[in-house]
């Protein structure tokens, strides 16, 4: 993974050096991936956490500081790389796979080929998603995720950095479907703002919609520190939960008290029960422990 990204990042530097872009362009990530709208949203949700929790946690509590660490992390040093692994993906696709992409689909409304274009992201998404549980590799660098034992909004940030190497994938529908209109950033926003919902401190189900939308509710179940049945871990839809029908791993949520979340022996470096001066060091640990030969969470994948 951390080859793949290497190499990505430099395609997609010369890419960007070549047109002469290559400052503005990674200068301009922060604001494009952390939009001010999706600011509000995570605020206005962490509010909302306060008053209407899952589970009771104290604001200042040393969870949310680490995940707002990886929010930081993410706006400061994951944007620009994440902006070089798209751009190198995409040099890529149309330098080895231009057969994918097709031309302007003139009969085909542009609000269609929109909602075709996020609905593919998301099935991708869906498909990565899975993919980082089923493979041991994969599994090293996404466990941190689902490491949270105090969940809210802040833990769609706790990722590792080279996680998003996984999630290119999701590029392939905007390439694909590219020439007939490009997608709103608006949409792309509003997208962004219900994938980060999900990981909320609430016990929102969203009633009938959340049958198609994800909610916090649903999707505490797939971060359930034991797993609710025999299939093991469920619920890995980002926005719809249609993939998760389709494959049979889709877990409605019920009445009752939120269940517990985090990984069973707590094979991740966690940052409960340490003093709040050991905080930048556990995010460290937490960072390098991937990387190591025989890595703690190589037992549950």
Same mark, same amino acid.
């Given at each position: 993974?951390?080859?793949?990204?290497?190499?990505?990042? $430099? &395609? #997609?530097?010369? %890419?960007?050096?070549? @047109?002469?872009? *290559?400052?503005?362009? !990674?200068?301009?990530?922060?604001? =494009?991936?952390?939009?001010?709208?999706?600011?509000?949203?995570?605020?206005?949700?962490?509010?909302?956490?306060?008053?209407?929790?899952?589970?009771?946690?104290?604001?200042?509590?040393?969870?949310?500081?680490?995940?707002?660490?990886?929010?930081?992390?993410?706006?400061?040093?994951?944007?620009?790389?994440?902006?070089?692994?798209?751009?190198?993906?995409?040099?890529?696709?149309?330098?080895?796979?231009?057969?994918?992409?097709?031309?302007?689909?003139?009969?085909?409304?542009?609000?269609?080929?929109?909602?075709?274009? $996020? &609905? #593919?992201?998301? %099935?991708?998404?869906? @498909?990565?998603? *899975?993919?980082?549980? !089923?493979?041991?590799?994969?599994? =090293?660098?996404?466990?941190?995720?689902?490491?949270?034992?105090?969940?809210?909004?802040?833990?769609?940030?706790?990722?590792?950095?080279?996680?998003?190497?996984?999630?290119?994938?999701?590029?392939?529908?905007?390439?694909?479907?590219?020439?007939?209109?490009?997608?709103?950033?608006?949409?792309?926003?509003?997208?962004?703002?219900?994938?980060?919902?999900?990981?909320?401190?609430?016990?929102?189900?969203?009633?009938?919609?959340?049958?198609?939308?994800?909610?916090?509710?649903?999707?505490?179940?797939?971060?359930?520190?034991?797993?609710?049945?025999?299939?093991?871990?469920?619920?890995?839809?980002?926005?719809?939960?249609?993939?998760?029908?389709?494959?049979?791993?889709?877990?409605?949520?019920?009445?009752?008290?939120?269940?517990?979340?985090?990984?069973?022996?707590?094979?991740?470096?966690?940052?409960?029960?340490?003093?709040?001066?050991?905080?930048?060091?556990?995010?460290?640990?937490?960072?390098?422990?991937?990387?190591?030969?025989?890595?703690?969470?190589?037992?549950?994948?």
């Amino acid at each position: 993974m951390a080859a793949g990204a290497l190499w990505l990042g $430099v &395609v #997609g530097w010369r %890419a960007l050096a070549r @047109a002469g872009e *290559v400052s503005q362009t !990674l200068a301009a990530a922060p604001g =494009r991936m952390v939009a001010p709208a999706l600011v509000v949203v995570v605020v206005a949700v962490f509010v909302a956490e306060r008053r209407w929790p899952a589970v009771r946690r104290p604001w200042s509590a040393n969870a949310h500081l680490v995940d707002l660490g990886y929010l930081l992390l993410f706006a400061a040093v994951v944007a620009p790389l994440v902006t070089l692994l798209e751009t190198g993906f995409g040099v890529e696709v149309r330098r080895h796979a231009r057969f994918l992409l097709l031309g302007r689909l003139a009969i085909v409304p542009r609000s269609a080929v929109v909602v075709a274009i $996020v &609905v #593919g992201i998301d %099935a991708m998404n869906w @498909a990565a998603h *899975v993919a980082n549980h !089923l493979s041991r590799s994969l599994w =090293r660098f996404h466990a941190l995720h689902h490491s949270q034992e105090d969940m809210s909004v802040f833990t769609t940030f706790r990722t590792h950095p080279l996680s998003h190497v996984s999630y290119l994938a999701a590029l392939l529908p905007v390439l694909v479907l590219g020439s007939s209109g490009a997608v709103p950033a608006a949409a792309l926003i509003a997208y962004g703002c219900l994938v980060t919902l999900p990981h909320a401190n609430l016990c929102w189900t969203y009633g009938a919609l959340g049958r198609a939308v994800v909610s916090p509710a649903y999707h505490r179940l797939h971060h359930a520190a034991a797993p609710l049945d025999g299939r093991g871990t469920v619920n890995f839809g980002f926005v719809l939960v249609c993939w998760d029908r389709l494959a049979g791993l889709a877990a409605l949520p019920t009445a009752g008290p939120a269940v517990p979340t985090g990984i069973a022996e707590r094979p991740v470096p966690l940052e409960q029960g340490v003093g709040r001066s050991r905080v930048g060091v556990v995010m460290v640990r937490q960072l390098a422990q991937p990387f190591g030969v025989h890595a703690a969470m190589d037992r549950r994948s």
